[in-house]
């Protein structure tokens, strides 16, 4: 859908969000910051409040994956308080892991261990995270434990080959502590890495980028 022509038939906020996130999803985040807050601005004079939850998940999802720390905080702080006053559970759910996903890629191990560790019937994702957050604090037990039942998860979804490349890039790291004199290890980073760029939005490809540089 061509959704700048969408927006001079009909300027509907959900086009002009619409926008933004086809921008974001590209990569291109000064113009999904500009389509988003104007959708924000729109959809507040109307009181469409499901989609200004959006327009601000959006906007923190495009500091986050600039690492913008402090602008992220500032609009899933927002986003976090729609959702709650719609009720919307699984949204909220959807912020906290970006909250601390982005805490747990900034260094703040402890903060994102607490976070993951607390939750009940977890995603692939989110124990995707968990492991990591064992594994750089060196409980390599902790990390398999968790790997085995991320794999337990999507062993059976034909629709997340990528997600267990991921998990195989953890298990590796925490089975083999010389994984950089391996090449094994190099061609499934490169190739997992690679899937990730074409795939997936920025903040995947940055999020594993230090591993790239290692």
Not at 70 to 75: D, I, N
Not at 130 to 158: M, P, W
Not at 195 to 213: S, V
């Amino acid at each position: 859908l061509n959704f700048s022509a969408a927006l001079a038939l009909d300027p509907q906020p959900f086009y002009r969000m619409m926008e933004g996130v086809v921008s974001y999803r590209k990569g291109s985040y000064a113009a999904a910051v500009e389509s988003l807050q104007r959708a924000y601005t729109a959809a507040s004079e109307q009181g469409l409040v499901p989609l200004m939850l959006l327009c601000r998940v959006y906007l923190g999802n495009c500091y986050s994956d600039q690492g913008n720390c402090e602008q992220l905080r500032m609009h899933y702080t927002v986003a976090l308080r729609l959702a709650k006053a719609l009720g919307d559970h699984e949204m909220l759910r959807t912020i906290d892991y970006n909250i601390y996903s982005s805490a747990l890629e900034q260094g703040d191990i402890e903060l994102a261990l607490r976070y993951f560790a607390s939750l009940s019937q977890p995603t692939v994702m989110e124990l995707h995270k968990l492991a990591i957050c064992y594994e750089k604090l060196g409980q390599t037990a902790n990390a398999l434990r968790v790997l085995d039942d991320a794999e337990l998860l999507c062993a059976d979804d034909t629709r997340a080959p990528l997600a267990r490349e991921m998990l195989a890039l953890v298990r590796f790291r925490a089975a083999h502590p010389d994984y950089l004199h391996l090449p094994e290890y190099g061609a499934l980073l490169c190739q997992t890495f690679e899937q990730i760029r074409e795939t997936r939005p920025m903040g995947y490809t940055r999020f594993h980028l230090p591993w790239m540089l290692e």
